[in-house]
């Protein structure tokens, strides 16, 4: 991001007080950095590529507030970088201000937010902000409108233009900001496989898409009677709360986790 003014209001989107601890994705050169350790509080910056992590060393090195994990951030699709998971969950609260390297965006939005980040304040495609803030019967809405929803409230700031950044891309960006708010309670890996099982088959009927998926032809009536699911919905048409319902209902031993999460 080249725009000062923007990168302000990136930074101001994370809420900073001196004390927070902040993780940035993606940190480039470094000017959001230097933003966010103006406030004072530690930042914890991961960076992949060796050049600029070269970079940031030189530059921001020296800061005592600032350390650099020279890593992917991600460590396969659906799980954190372990040095990062670390810092994550070290016991004190954390924060996620960046620009997030767009091809990574939706599955590392949601890790940080099962892993235990309270708030994040990113810029990502407006396409993924609008799938995250989706609900049913949007055009948008799918399993990461589902996860987003049942993990955070979901705020969509502000649309940015291609001109804000360097290089620029071919299509607008957009400021989010989530804040925690778990509704899966330590369910999260089973229900992400449950709702990834089921919306691929989203074309379908909902009591199909589910036998697709490999339930029981029992155990689906049971759940969509019991949760008051039209069979014939297809799967964009049920609500996040829905989807829930219908996965304490098929795994009864979810039941304990998330009842105290709703």
Not at 135 to 154: F, H, I, R, T
Request: charged share 25%; with cysteine.
């Amino acid at each position: 991001m080249i725009d000062g003014n923007l990168l302000r209001i990136v930074a101001a989107a994370g809420e900073l007080k001196r004390e927070d601890r902040v993780i940035e994705i993606g940190p480039g050169t470094g000017s959001l950095t230097e933003e966010l350790l103006a406030v004072g509080c530690h930042v914890t910056a991961v960076e992949i590529d060796r050049n600029l992590a070269d970079l940031l060393r030189r530059r921001l090195g020296h800061r005592p507030n600032f350390t650099l994990i020279e890593a992917d951030a991600l460590d396969g699709k659906h799980a954190l970088n372990a040095e990062l998971l670390g810092v994550i969950q070290n016991g004190a609260p954390m924060k996620l201000v960046a620009n997030l390297p767009y091809q990574i965006a939706s599955p590392l939005v949601i890790e940080m937010l099962i892993a235990g980040v309270d708030l994040l304040a990113f810029t990502v495609q407006k396409e993924v902000a609008h799938r995250l803030k989706a609900v049913e019967n949007d055009d948008a809405y799918g399993p990461l409108s589902v996860m987003a929803n049942l993990l955070a409230d979901v705020e969509i700031l502000r649309t940015m233009p291609p001109q804000a950044f360097w290089p620029a891309p071919k299509i607008e960006s957009a400021l989010v900001r989530m804040r925690r708010r778990d509704r899966l309670s330590g369910g999260a890996p089973e229900f992400t496989r449950f709702i990834h099982a089921v919306f691929s088959y989203r074309r379908k009927k909902i009591r199909k898409a589910m036998l697709e998926a490999a339930f029981s032809e029992d155990q689906i009536d049971r759940a969509l009677s019991a949760v008051g699911v039209d069979p014939s919905f297809r799967p964009e048409q049920v609500s996040p709360r829905q989807w829930l319902d219908l996965f304490t209902s098929i795994n009864p031993a979810s039941n304990s986790n998330t009842a105290s999460a709703l």
